[in-house]
């Protein structure tokens, strides 16, 4: 989330707060695309990290960015963290290693999306080039060690710092050292809701095997294909990964709301200070727990807001939902992983057909698969068939979707190409980080570094 939101409106019931939610709903033709996109700073000279301060720094690069777009900058006790345009059609911010992140505008098809990306890059090499820095696109850092990665000066991140260790055991790791690809999509009614909330936590394990890309750590194999989705499962169970109350028939609005109330807080922003506010959930906070403690300890709907950006689930509801499954990657699937969800979720019948090929898989099922794709990728499995095999399914079903959709560029191509590097990789049988760990066996001979020239934007 590229900033935090101020909106001083009272809340006065709970029910208030899954009609936040609630009120994301919209028709059809509204739907729209928002696609996000991490990536790591190194300077090209050393395949070293990028500090925040410097000549050649993240700050530059900001600096840099602001000047070349004209967009607003988001500043944080003095400092730029980030960028927005003014009329919200996008947003950079930072991650708390120095992870370079695009939030892209609402847009309509994948071809504007990968327009975006491109445009996106483009503009930073001309920033970046000349300070001597490029980006990786890989879903975890595969050199630095965690005391050499850089640390954003964001007030968030510092809160969230000293709360990580007390809850898991890899959440320092989560926020310094991984980088994802996601991708934002809406829906029409709570039954729509439901529906694809559900589809969509039961193939996110396919999600991470299709885009498994983090095989490396501290400049060594380590032995998974997404060490990424390894990390969340021992970041902060309280508030990540899979839910079982969405599997329930009547899921809705309100059991999401539920839960959120019982999450921890991370922090209370007033008058654009933080307060740490990790030792009360949001349901304590609106019963009184923060009065004498913080200014103005009434909770207002800014507070709730900022609250829902800060729990970490497999699929993140707001006003619309997050994909939140894939690893950080190279161009080609930044704009793959928006084809892929908008192809199962944004055709009727494509969302009818991956709700029947899923619809028997069990929470303990997702669970399972959830927590066995880091190591085995593809050959991870559900019942009796792979991750490989369902994938076929999968992108045959996304596929129909985007032919469906009709949507068709200046040239008269539909969507469907979008999936290429994803239909690649079930055909080949092996994944990203398969690929990448024989050649750091064979043609690399040993060494990590050609993963900076291969991999780098």
Request: charged share 25%.
């Amino acid at each position: 989330m590229a900033r935090d939101t101020t909106d001083e409106t009272p809340i006065s019931s709970i029910e208030e707060l899954a009609g936040y939610l609630a009120s994301g709903c919209k028709p059809k033709e509204d739907w729209r695309i928002g696609t996000e996109h991490e990536k790591f700073p190194f300077f090209v000279e050393s395949n070293g990290p990028v500090p925040y301060e410097g000549q050649s720094s993240i700050r530059a690069l900001l600096e840099g960015m602001r000047e070349k777009l004209g967009w607003s900058p988001i500043m944080d006790d003095g400092r730029i963290i980030g960028l927005y345009e003014p009329t919200g059609m996008g947003a950079i911010s930072l991650e708390p290693g120095g992870q370079f992140e695009l939030s892209g505008a609402p847009l309509e098809s994948i071809h504007q999306t990968c327009r975006e990306s491109n445009a996106h890059l483009s503009q930073l090499r001309q920033i970046a080039d000349p300070l001597g820095i490029k980006f990786l696109g890989l879903g975890a850092s595969p050199k630095w060690t965690l005391d050499e990665t850089p640390r954003m000066p964001k007030s968030r991140y510092d809160i969230m710092r000293a709360y990580m260790p007390k809850v898991g055991t890899q959440g320092l790791d989560m926020m310094h050292r991984t980088s994802t690809i996601q991708v934002n999509l809406d829906f029409s009614s709570e039954a729509d809701m439901r529906k694809k909330m559900q589809v969509a936590y039961r193939l996110q394990p396919v999600a991470t095997a299709l885009f498994a890309n983090s095989p490396f750590t501290d400049g060594r194999p380590n032995g998974l294909q997404s060490w990424r989705a390894d990390i969340w499962r021992d970041t902060d169970n309280d508030r990540a990964g899979v839910l079982p109350f969405v599997f329930a028939d009547d899921f809705g609005f309100m059991d999401y709301t539920q839960w959120v109330l019982d999450v921890p807080m991370y922090f209370v922003l007033r008058e654009g200070k933080y307060h740490d506010c990790t030792r009360v959930t949001f349901r304590q906070f609106m019963n009184g727990a923060l009065e004498g403690k913080i200014p103005d300890a009434r909770p207002n709907m800014g507070d709730w807001t900022n609250h829902l950006s800060t729990v970490f689930p497999e699929v993140r509801l707001k006003k619309f939902m997050e994909m939140r499954g894939a690893d950080g990657g190279p161009w080609r699937k930044i704009c793959a992983l928006p084809a892929l969800w908008v192809g199962l979720l944004y055709d009727d019948v494509a969302l009818e057909k991956a709700d029947a090929l899923t619809r028997d898989w069990s929470f303990e099922d997702v669970v399972a698969a959830r927590d066995s794709v880091p190591k085995d990728g593809l050959k991870a499995k559900v019942g009796n068939r792979t991750m490989r095999e369902i994938g076929y399914d999968v992108l045959a079903i996304a596929r129909a979707g985007l032919l469906a959709r009709a949507k068709l560029n200046a040239d008269g191509f539909d969507e469907a190409h979008f999936l290429a590097p994803l239909e690649e990789i079930v055909a080949r049988g092996t994944t990203a980080a398969e690929q990448m760990v024989t050649e750091y066996h064979s043609v690399w001979g040993g060494s990590i570094e050609p993963v900076f020239l291969e991999y780098a934007y």
